[in-house]
């Protein structure tokens, strides 16, 4: 991995960073860079020592993955409904495929039983919204939800919860254990875990002398599927390579856009796990737990890729997805110094 310094990028872009890290001198950025088979490196820390971060619902890019997989191995099939896994009262639920790409009908992020109590509690950010769901409270809900809504784009954190009680159903193991050990084995992202080291985290955001602390998730909550794991920027540049590069079929698959999510009133389409364009070769996705935000693109046929990762508090942290973008913009057109 190359570093880069601030001067490699144009005036606009330096705006961005500093504007992300001049708010606090506790909030940290590290961005990473994919070119002609180069990852270079840019951050306000060492690149000796990558920070962990919590990656929120990039998370579902991978549990994406880890359900193909588990089809290459004839544990489930994307096509069959959710009921063919879970005993659940009689009603029309979804494919395995709808959950994936966010064309189930379960349009709302979450059943709000399932957050209210920590929204309660905690207020959000403060603590991971979906402490204390279990299986049972997935399944309970799913079972209050007979007939979705009719198929089309509606981003949702409970398909991918309800992915994680399928997959555990199929294969006989907890969530956690195989996605930590498909991360590992699979696709070789040794860093990237659920349970992380307090000691190998990045430091908490602080804001005005208050520090927020990070999502902490029990290994039983299917919900991890969604946005509970942590990695740092060597892992996730890796996994950006992966993306460009692999020809394993459960990485080549979710790339395929899914034509149910087309909309003639938006621009954004969906594959499995990853969101896309219409007209566009891109593939992203964002993520944000607690006070962590990351985004990642990538591009096969430009063979280019991006990931930005951030930690901080207020409204600052949006900038995150945008300074991405503009990432993304500024290798297209070749205006990054390398």
């Not at 494919?95 to 994936?100: E, F, I, N, P």
């Not at 520090?211 to 990695?231: H, Q, T």
């Amino acid at each position: 991995m190359i570093k880069l310094e601030k001067d490699a990028f144009r005036p606009k872009v330096k705006a961005c960073i500093d504007g992300y890290l001049g708010i606090s001198d506790k909030y940290s950025l590290t961005v990473g860079l994919y070119r002609k088979g180069e990852v270079y490196l840019f951050g306000n820390h060492s690149p000796d020592q990558p920070l962990q971060y919590d990656i929120g619902s990039i998370s579902k890019t991978v549990t994406a993955h880890l359900i193909l997989h588990l089809q290459e191995k004839g544990l489930l099939d994307i096509e069959k409904r959710v009921s063919d896994y879970i005993d659940l009262p009689n009603g029309d639920y979804p494919t395995l495929y709808r959950l994936l790409t966010h064309t189930s009908g379960y349009k709302n992020l979450t059943p709000v039983e399932i957050i209210l109590p920590a929204l309660i509690k905690h207020g959000y950010a403060r603590r991971n919204v979906y402490d204390g769901c279990t299986t049972e409270s997935v399944i309970s809900c799913l079972g209050r939800r007979r007939k979705p809504m009719k198929a089309a784009y509606g981003y949702s954190d409970f398909a991918y919860a309800i992915l994680a009680v399928v997959a555990e159903r199929a294969a006989g193991r907890p969530i956690a254990e195989m996605i930590e050990e498909f991360v590992h084995e699979s696709l070789g992202m040794k860093n990237t875990t659920v349970l992380c080291n307090p000691e190998q985290r990045n430091p908490p955001a602080v804001r005005k002398n208050r520090i927020y602390d990070y999502w902490k998730w029990n290994k039983d909550n299917p919900y991890i599927a969604g946005g509970g794991l942590v990695s740092n920027i060597e892992d996730m540049m890796h996994y950006l390579t992966l993306q460009l590069t692999s020809r394993e079929n459960y990485i080549t698959k979710a790339h395929r856009r899914c034509e149910e999510s087309v909309s003639p009133h938006s621009n954004t389409a969906t594959c499995i796990g990853w969101h896309t364009y219409k007209k566009s070769n891109r593939h992203w996705h964002v993520g944000g737990a607690g006070t962590f935000r990351s985004s990642v693109i990538f591009d096969k046929k430009r063979q280019i890729a991006v990931c930005v990762m951030g930690n901080a508090m207020g409204i600052g942290s949006a900038n995150v997805h945008y300074l991405a973008k503009m990432l993304y913009g500024e290798m297209k057109t070749n205006k990054i110094k390398f």
